[in-house]
């Protein structure tokens, strides 16, 4: 192995040169940084300034490179050197846009550049040039569970980029919730009239296509492996077992209608009071005509009742159904009462809301109906009594009096219940009681995994862990598509509730994803969101003492565990977030640019000042998610912060070891801030799982303000070393 | 009676259906602009008469739509609007309000259901009369004509209150007391009266009544 060499580069351009002493910084970089290379340009990021680092790097057998100018997410073309290892100090964002402007501050400017330079000098020591996992999986096939309308357009969408594609169907037949529609809320201009589910086209599409495989009546018996060599067992309904190698899934497995006989104060399970699909199948036999009820009596008067059961005490019912909104219910009443208009304008419709929720382009609809005559009336619903004169008795609120209307037909909007399988937090209470020898809790198991879509071999349980009200989704908002397990992607109503429209936009951005991780996974690379990222976990396994944290806290799944229950990382499901380092109470766990070293050289090399000198020190970890982009904006906007801390960017504030905030008091800090996430928000992929002594100083940490007064405080994970690292308490 | 009960059984049965709802559309100015109402609520709060009214428009709309004919057209509220277009001018849906408010209280007047001794509509009467009668509003006789609609003593009471202003107003030339004598007409009065007479007849045809 060639020996290392070490550099430095200093960028003085950006104003860097204005605000910092550039030859200080070289010395310090010379001496305590102890580089070999040490070089600073005016305008480093040019092609000029990259040429001078890439001939360092061939001519002078660079293999290390600190760059101490800009932040580590600003400039990443051009500070590209994939052949070296490489650290970034970031003065610009970090010191001279947010330390306040003047000659007076001018020492504490340099000061926290100085130390910036050392941090990643001492950083760059640590690192080593990620090798890349040898251990690459190729298949870039997609599985797509469900055929229904996001499923279809998912598995379409893959195929027709190229990819080649099995989708897994229930049901002896291709269309899901769609095949139950007569017709679907508008997609285009004018979204005026119902339109054609356009089912039949699609599926024919799908079934036609050469890259497409489609197996009817299945289901997964099993599925093992990782992003890249996915392995599942295809299970027929007549128990015929076929093996799929699959590179990434999508999991669109839809919803079923929250059931309707749970509604009894709606009239729920009388005779006459159907859900919307209940009236689906009346329009579909009515074929065009007029619609009948089960009785065969013409419909004349019809009665939509809102957000039934769902929405909490907001909605229509008891309060004690659903508590969410599903999306679709409103816009899908709209088209139904046109079902009657449409065929006879004398047919009284009247659909009773709180709030008609018609995002979009719905609003046009709404109006279409109105332009039809339906009635629209805001109202709370009290009784819905069925039979062959159906009355619901309501408070009309806007004209505040309680009243009743009688209809032929009383039509229920309830809600989407997701079909993402089993819920994970009740089968690991359950395993864990199992395990613990308790015969009931393994009948129980049994019986839950028979609910199993995916039945993953994963140590976390068969299926994607669940977010909010059993919707299978990371997070709604950063990481759409993203669930938890890396390389199976949930798309529509399993996923959030949603109607037609999202849910085809929404298969189509699972197609990409899946796409997307497939690739990373044949390169060896992190699919996301360290896209392209070469390093994974390594593991000393003669170290480990077999403790478990690592499988248990990695938010991803992607350990599992030996017959000698050590830990067998799965790479491919791996998003290098480094939870497993920060839980592993040995440290026997790694990165090659990434290690307990890494940050620990980082947090020893910061100069600590006299203890009497009124310049305290405060060390924030900062999650490279949230905290380190908002850092950079705090500097891109010239927030003045503290000059008094010293940020190092971490993967995740789960990858934080203790002993780091150990090192940090030792060391002389007088504070250790955690910003990222809090426990409970999962917010961004679900980490921010382990409690902190004081949760409050995650979320809120305020770089304006440290603690600088009398309360100083260090953040701890006292449940893994309990009384230690509290600073003064 | 037994008539009594017929009839509120029969507003029971129209109970958010479109009976009342078409008739509005059929014989009102803009009527069929009603459906479109969102039930937002904007025109409520931006009448200045708002507080003061028994019905906001917003809640007219919502009674036509809920088939209560008889509360609609025997309310004064749309004889309340001061036509200042506050309302059509907020309203997201865009609904003629204003002149939908004119034309339910034209419309409630003409079929006979209009609230008796409503003062904007006895008021609207009287120049409507007075204006017919010569081509031009006879100031004089619509003002006495209105102070007398409460009855003889009312009627004095507010004339002598009203004394000083009317002397004033003749001094300067503004009022001609000869003008109680019936007045001046405006040139054409035949041919006038044919195009009232013809726009009436327009109207009719338009709204379907009968002469
Ligand atoms: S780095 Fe994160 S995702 Fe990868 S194995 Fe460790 S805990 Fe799991
Ligand atoms: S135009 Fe009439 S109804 Fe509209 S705001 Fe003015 S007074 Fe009220
Ligand atoms: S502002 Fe327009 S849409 Fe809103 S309540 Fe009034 S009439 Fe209806």
């Given at each position: 192995m060639a020996d290392n060499k070490f550099a430095a580069y200093i960028c003085s351009g950006c104003g860097l040169g204005d605000k910092l002493d550039i030859k200080t910084l070289e010395k310090i970089a010379q001496?305590?940084?102890?580089?070999q290379v040490v070089k600073s340009h005016?305008?480093?990021?040019n092609a000029e300034g990259v040429q001078m680092i890439n001939d360092d790097i061939a001519?002078?057998?660079?293999t290390h490179v600190c760059i101490a100018?800009?932040?580590?997410?600003?400039k990443t073309e051009a500070f590209h050197f994939p052949t070296v290892a490489m650290s970034r100090a970031?003065?610009?964002?970090?010191?001279i846009w947010i330390v306040a402007e003047g000659e007076a501050h001018d020492e504490v400017r340099q000061e926290m550049a100085n130390d910036y330079v050392r941090m990643g000098c001492a950083e760059l020591k640590k690192m080593?040039?990620?090798?890349?996992?040898?251990?690459t999986a190729h298949s870039k096939r997609i599985l797509v569970v469900g055929g229904g309308m996001s499923g279809l357009t998912a598995a379409f969408e893959a195929a027709e980029a190229g990819y080649e594609t099995v989708l897994v169907e229930?049901?002896?037949?291709?269309?899901?919730?769609?095949?139950?529609?007569?017709r679907r809320a508008p997609?285009?201009?004018?979204?005026?009239e119902p339109q054609d589910t356009g089912l039949t086209v699609l599926a024919a599409k799908v079934s036609s296509h050469p890259l497409i495989k489609v197996h009817l009546n299945s289901s997964l018996a099993e599925t093992a492996g990782a992003p890249g060599r996915f392995i599942v067992k295809i299970a027929q309904e007549s128990g015929a077992i076929t093996e799929e190698t699959v590179g990434a899934i999508v999991q669109a497995t839809g919803f079923t209608g929250y059931?309707?006989?749970?509604?009894p104060e709606l009239g729920?399970?009388?005779?006459?009071?159907?859900d919307q699909a209940g009236l689906e199948a009346l329009a579909i036999a009515a074929n065009g005509g007029a619609i009948k009820r089960a009785d065969g009596k013409e419909v004349k008067s019809a009665v939509f009742v809102q957000c039934a059961g769902q929405?909490?005490?907001?909605?229509?019912?008891?309060?004690?159904?659903?508590?969410?909104?599903?999306?679709h219910c409103c816009a899908t009443s709209i088209k139904q009462a046109m079902y009657f208009k449409d065929q006879n304008p004398d047919i009284d419709t009247v659909v009773m809301y709180s709030d008609l929720r018609v995002p979009g382009m719905g609003e046009d609809f709404y109006r279409s109906a109105q332009e039809k005559g339906v009635i629209f009336t805001k109202a709370k619903v009290t009784a819905v009594s069925g039979g062959d004169a159906c009355k619901v008795e309501f408070k009309?609120?806007?004209?505040?009096e309680d009243t009743s209307v009688d209809a032929d037909l009383v039509v229920l909007a309830t809600g989407q219940v997701p079909s993402?399988?089993?819920?994970l937090d009740a089968w690991t209470q359950l395993t864990a009681e199992a395990d613990g020898g308790s015969d009931e809790a393994k009948q129980k198991i049994v019986v839950m995994n028979k609910?199993?879509?995916?039945?993953?071999?994963y140590r976390q349980g068969p299926d994607l862990p669940q977010?909010?009200?059993?919707?299978?989704?990371?997070?709604?908002?950063?990481?759409?598509?993203?669930?938890?397990?890396?390389g199976i992607y949930a798309a529509g109503p399993v996923r959030r509730p949603m109607d037609m429209l999202q849910a085809t936009e929404d298969a189509t951005g699972a197609a990409l994803k899946a796409i997307q991780a497939v690739e990373n996974a044949s390169l060896g690379?992190?699919?996301?969101?360290?896209?392209?990222?070469l390093s994974y976990p390594l593991v000393r396994l003669e170290g480990c003492?077999?403790?478990k944290r690592c499988t248990v806290e990695c938010p991803f799944g992607a350990i599992d565990e030996d017959e000698r229950r050590f830990p067998v990382f799965n790479e491919q499901r791996?998003?290098?977030?480094?939870t497993c380092m920060g839980a592993c109470p040995v440290r026997v766990i790694s990165f090659e640019n990434y290690s307990v070293d890494t940050v620990g050289s980082q947090i020893k090399a910061v100069d600590m000042p006299?203890?009497?000198?009124?310049r305290p020190r405060i060390l924030i970890l900062a999650c490279e998610n949230d905290a380190y982009p908002a850092l950079d904006m705090a500097g891109l906007s010239r927030t003045v912060y503290s000059a008094f801390v010293r940020i190092i960017p971490v993967r995740?504030?789960?990858?934080?070891?203790t002993i780091w905030i150990t090192d940090a008091l030792n060391s002389g800090f007088d504070g250790v801030m955690m910003m990222g996430c809090k426990k409970g928000?999962?917010?961004?992929?679900?980490?921010?799982t382990r409690p902190l002594p004081h949760e409050q100083d995650r979320r809120h940490a305020d770089p304006a303000r440290?603690?600088?007064?009398?309360r100083r405080h260090a953040g701890s994970r006292h449940h893994r070393q309990p009384a230690r690292g509290h600073a003064d308490q | 009676m037994s008539n009594a009960n017929v009839q509120a059984n029969l507003s029971n049965l129209a109970r958010y259906q479109n009976n009342f709802l078409k008739e509005v559309e059929a014989n009102?100015?803009?009527?069929?602009?009603?459906?479109?109402?969102?039930?937002?609520g904007v025109c409520a709060g931006s009448c200045p008469f708002g507080p003061d009214w028994e019905h906001s428009p917003q809640k007219i709309f919502m009674m036509i739509r809920a088939g209560k004919r008889d509360e609609v057209l025997g309310s004064d509220s749309m004889f309340m609007?001061?036509?200042?277009?506050n309302c059509i001018v907020r309203c997201p849906r865009q609904l003629p309000i204003t002149h939908i408010m004119h034309g339910l209280a034209n419309y409630a007047h003409r079929i006979g259901m209009a609230p008796k001794g409503q003062p904007t509509r006895q008021f609207a009467t009287l120049f409507w009369n007075n204006l017919v009668?010569?081509?031009?509003?006879?100031e004089l006789t619509l003002t006495l004509g209105h102070y007398f609609t409460n009855g003889l003593v009312s009627g004095i009471k507010t004339a002598l209150g009203m004394q000083s202003i009317g002397l004033g107003l003749f001094m300067a030339k503004?009022?001609?007391?000869?003008?109680?004598?019936g007045g001046h007409g405006v040139k054409d009065l035949k041919g006038f009266h044919a195009i009232v007479a013809k726009a009436k007849e327009i109207e009719d045809r338009k709204k379907g009544f009968t002469a």
């Open positions: 001496k305590e940084g102890k580089m005016p305008f480093l990021c001519n002078e057998a660079v100018a800009c932040s580590r997410r600003a970031n003065l610009r964002e970090g010191v080593k040039l990620p090798a890349g996992n040898p251990d229930k049901q002896s037949q291709l269309g899901g919730w769609a095949a139950k529609l007569w997609f285009k201009a004018p979204h005026a059931d309707i006989t749970k509604l729920g399970g009388q005779a006459n009071v159907v929405r909490g005490s907001g909605g229509n019912g008891s309060g004690r159904h659903l508590d969410y909104c599903s999306g009309d609120l806007i004209l505040d993402a399988g089993v819920e609910t199993s879509v995916l039945n993953l071999t977010l909010k009200q059993g919707f299978a989704d990371s997070h709604f908002i950063c990481f759409p598509y993203e669930t938890r397990r890396t690379r992190a699919a996301h969101p360290r896209s392209g990222d003492t077999q403790c791996c998003r290098r977030c480094g006299d203890e009497f000198s009124e995740c504030l789960g990858s934080v070891n928000d999962d917010y961004c992929q679900g980490l921010g440290p603690g600088t007064g009398a | 009102v100015e803009e009527g069929h602009m009603v459906k479109m109402c969102m039930q937002c609007c001061t036509s200042c277009y009668k010569k081509g031009r509003v006879n503004r009022l001609n007391p000869m003008e109680i004598f």
